[in-house]
């Protein structure tokens, strides 16, 4: 007799069974393990509880991932934002329905606007209530579920809504390979009550990713090289700068390998320090028009040709727009695309490939350079301090740089630590991150520590504002957890200062906090932590010995106090420069 409309028949009694850790949950704890993410930041919440416990449940047999848990989602996505960024390859974080994935969705942005590959998953309602009307509570009061879903849309490169199990692998696999084809963040919300549930599809051991490689139209390679390469071997005093989406293109060393071959000097972007060796022999600094290193504007603006790799010419990057670069002598060249001149353009290349080609058809030329060593006069010391004089920011830095080996990394919040730590010198090996784009204060401790822990060979110096601080502080209290040994810089100026350059007002002060404090309430004799309140040059010495001596296993929390107008020259012209783009009258209708 034929099985009843929609019933399925009984399994014979020879098909295999399912192994128990055939689930959904432990299948994407392998495969988050198996992309770099080893590290999955959390919060809980009663939609993604099982999913948690699937998660963690694969830790113990070597090929999962460890549960690392956040006092918020904004942080949590901060740290996966920080952890991808430290080379791992991708950053994962997973919250709750709406509630918690509304809160994250700050820093998933943030990770779409700077091509960092990040999983978001969301723990999502019973796959029974979808379709059902119903009105489930972490919503905004309507029976349609979709809300999350269509906020993530536009900062996000792929949504997958798993609420059932028969194409759950598919929306998985597709999903997280999304994210590494795209270098974007992805979405994937799974229904509670599927993460523990064993399916044949989840196979014990998954098989491994083949991403096919992007190759480049050779046609088009040839004919944008040769293009390129006449424009530049007939110019006189040439110079390559370097744009912050080498990375997503991979291309960083193949950068090197052109600057090697053409003697042009070699300057950065702002968004791009750390991506260019500065021990390179040809470096010369950071081109951010009006407030770049000395030396370093009047070579690229002075040069007949520039080549622009992967740049973002925003109104921060631009300086208010007030970058002295003319299209027509520019090639510029982004991951899949190349414009020389004024035209013509040419796509279908990938940027490596670019390089690789082009670095074989120029003609060595060091006019550039040279007119930068005729030029260039060392950066002075900043003025002794007294004994007992309160301290100077340039002096703060003065003794950062001596802290700065291969194996440190450095983590720059939006404001004035842009300018400040712009002006170190980057051992060879040093990692540097900052988020130009976005700029979002208060990302930069979860940032801290989601790159602290994926780079477990370096130790993070962070430097922040307190008024970036006060957004994000908690997840100070997940380092000291976590055992990390960071060290942060908190300068306490009293409020808002980058803001107070671009446009003054009572709101940009803010209530202080006894900041050392805080953090001793956090550590709380639980875990490893040193903190010093310093306000003169003395006490800073003594606060930097102390971390990278007797205390060099702590989190280490240095409030430095000054004054509220002690800012970088940099972000005075900076600001003003801002500032003016931002109050343009509308244009006459």
């Keep these: 007799m034929a099985a009843a409309i929609g019933s399925l028949p009984s399994p014979s009694p020879s098909a295999p069974s399912i192994p128990a850790n055939a689930t959904l949950g432990r299948h994407l704890a392998r495969r988050l393990a198996e992309v770099g993410a080893r590290d999955v930041f959390t919060v809980p919440g009663d939609f993604n509880l099982t999913l948690l416990d699937e998660l963690e449940a694969e830790q113990p047999s070597g090929v999962g991932v460890r549960l690392v848990g956040c006092c918020n989602e904004l942080n949590a996505a901060y740290a996966a934002d920080g952890y991808a960024r430290a080379g791992r390859g991708v950053g994962a974080c997973a919250v709750t329905f709406t509630v918690g994935g509304l809160s994250a969705i700050n820093a998933v942005a943030g990770a779409f606007s700077e091509n960092l590959p990040l999983v978001c998953v969301v723990g999502g309602p019973n796959s029974n209530d979808y379709g059902s009307n119903r009105v489930l509570h972490h919503t905004i009061g309507l029976p349609d579920f979709t809300q999350e879903q269509r906020c993530f849309q536009n900062v996000t490169c792929y949504q997958a809504v798993v609420n059932n199990l028969e194409d759950a692998h598919e929306q998985i696999d597709t ?80 950068f090197v390998e052109l600057a090697d071959a053409s003697g042009y000097p070699v300057a950065v972007m702002p968004s791009a320090k750390g991506l260019v060796p500065e021990h390179h022999s040809r470096f010369i600094g950071t081109y951010w028009g009006a407030v770049s290193t000395a030396f370093c504007a009047e070579i690229v603006e002075s040069a007949d040709a520039y080549l622009f790799a992967g740049p973002i010419f925003n109104d921060y990057s631009s300086v208010g727009y007030s970058l002295l670069i003319k299209k027509e002598k520019a090639i510029i060249v982004q991951p899949d695309r190349v414009v ?40 002075g010391e900043p003025l002794s301090s007294e004994p007992g004089e309160p301290l100077r920011v340039n002096v703060l830095f003065k003794h950062v740089q001596k802290m700065l ?70 997840e100070v209290s997940t380092m000291i957890r976590w055992g990390q040994n960071n060290i942060i810089f908190l300068i306490n100026n009293g409020g808002y200062t980058i803001e107070v350059e671009i446009h003054d007002g009572p709101y940009n002060i803010i209530k202080n906090w006894n900041y050392t404090g805080v953090v001793e309430a956090f550590h709380n004799g639980e875990g490893k932590c040193y903190t010093a309140k310093v306000r003169t040059e003395e006490e800073l010495k003594k606060a930097i010995a102390a971390s990278l001596g007797p205390k060099k296993d702590s989190l280490c929390f240095i409030e430095v106090i000054v004054h509220k107008d002690d800012t970088s020259k940099e972000l005075l012209e900076w600001g003003s420069r801002v500032s003016a783009a931002n109050s343009r009258p509308p244009n006459p209708q």
């Design 340 to 379: 020389v001149g004024n035209g013509p353009a040419f796509g279908c290349i990938l940027m490596k490939d670019f390089f690789h080609a082009l670095a074989s058809r120029l003609k060595k030329n060091t006019t550039a350079y040279e007119n930068y060593s005729r030029i260039f006069v060392p950066q």
């Design 405 to 474: 080996s291969g194996n440190s990394a450095v983590i720059a919040e939006t404001g004035d630590s842009w300018f400040n730590c712009q002006k170190l010198k980057l051992p060879e090996g040093c990692g540097y991150e900052f988020q130009m784009q976005y700029g979002s204060i208060g990302w930069s401790v979860g940032a801290t520590l989601g790159y602290a822990q994926a780079a477990k060979d370096k130790r993070v110096i962070s430097f922040m504002g307190d008024g970036s601080f006060q957004v994000t502080a908690q």
């Design 175 to 254: 999903a997280i390979s999304t994210a590494l084809k795209e270098s974007k963040p992805v979405y994937i919300s799974i229904s509670c009550n599927l993460p523990s549930i064993p399916h044949p599809t989840f196979s014990r051991h998954p098989v491994p990713f083949f991403l096919s490689p992007r190759l480049s139209n050779q046609m088009s390679l040839e004919a944008a090289v040769e293009a390129a390469a006449a424009f530049l071997n007939k110019s006189v005093k040439p110079v390559l700068v370097g744009g912050p989406k080498m990375r997503v293109a991979k291309a960083c060393k193949a």
